[in-house]
């Protein structure tokens, strides 16, 4: 499965890994003002943007996917269920890894027995009810529902959910990060994931709390934590220019 990967910029590699139901475009401002600091490597997943649909079912395949497209080692953001397969990669592909910023997201992304953050069983259900009935819809009010936390952030869903029904992700790609949400769980992964790791979270974040990024900082033997006051699941929109000055300066120390 050959995924479609979006070049730009100079500088070492930075892998930049989206959300369910969207694709690389979502990092477009943030990749623009890193044009000078970073080669940006911003991948469709699968059966997203312009990758085709899944093939292969579940996490690891996914994260196999990615780790075949890329060269050597990169720098890699992964936002929510990016991150998920951002940390996968670490794990498991560690020499591909120099560093991770992991951007709203928690190794687990679902309520689950001794996991009280994520979604709940209910609004997995109801979601993928929702996607055999009217995806669009159902993808459009979960972004209106997480990027909030600014007036920029809302203005940016908005012109997101105008891009989904243009192009909008494969079936089988939201059925399947939908499924990877509902069933991965790599909390017991991180304490073997060595590289240094920057987690980045929204005070205003439902589905990736900040008491539950927290943990995982907790967990990972090389990470530190930035919560930003004013954002909720996407601080990459809602506090564009402090998260793109902050996201540079990890990139350079990892490549250094």
Excluded: K
Aim: charge should be negative.
């Amino acid at each position: 499965m050959a995924l479609a990967i979006h070049r730009s910029g100079h500088g070492p590699d930075l892998v930049l890994l989206h959300g369910w139901g969207l694709s690389s475009r979502v990092f477009a401002p943030l990749v623009a003002r890193l044009s000078d600091t970073a080669t940006c490597l911003a991948i469709d997943l699968p059966g997203h943007g312009d990758s085709p649909a899944p093939t292969d079912d579940g996490l690891q395949a996914w994260a196999d996917a990615v780790a075949a497209a890329i060269d050597g080692p990169a720098v890699w953001l992964g936002w929510s269920l990016g991150g998920l397969v951002a940390l996968d990669v670490a794990h498991r592909y560690p020499h591909f890894v120099a560093g991770l910023c992991l951007t709203a997201t928690t190794p687990c992304l679902q309520h689950r027995a001794g996991w009280s953050y994520g979604l709940s069983p209910d609004t997995i259900a109801a979601t993928r009810s929702g996607l055999a009935q009217d995806y669009i819809a159902t993808v459009s009010q979960f972004l209106r529902i997480n990027l909030r936390g600014t007036a920029v952030a809302a203005e940016t869903a908005e012109t997101l959910i105008a891009d989904l029904a243009e192009r909008p992700p494969s079936t089988a790609g939201l059925a399947g990060g939908l499924s990877i949400i509902e069933h991965a769980d790599l909390r017991d992964d991180l304490a073997a994931i060595g590289c240094p790791a920057w987690l980045v979270g929204g005070r205003l974040d439902r589905l990736a709390h900040p008491d539950a990024m927290r943990w995982m900082a907790s967990r990972l033997p090389q990470a530190t934590i930035d919560v930003y006051d004013r954002a909720a699941h996407a601080p990459f929109i809602s506090q564009a220019a402090i998260f793109a000055a902050d996201l540079a300066a990890f990139v350079t120390r990892c490549s250094s």
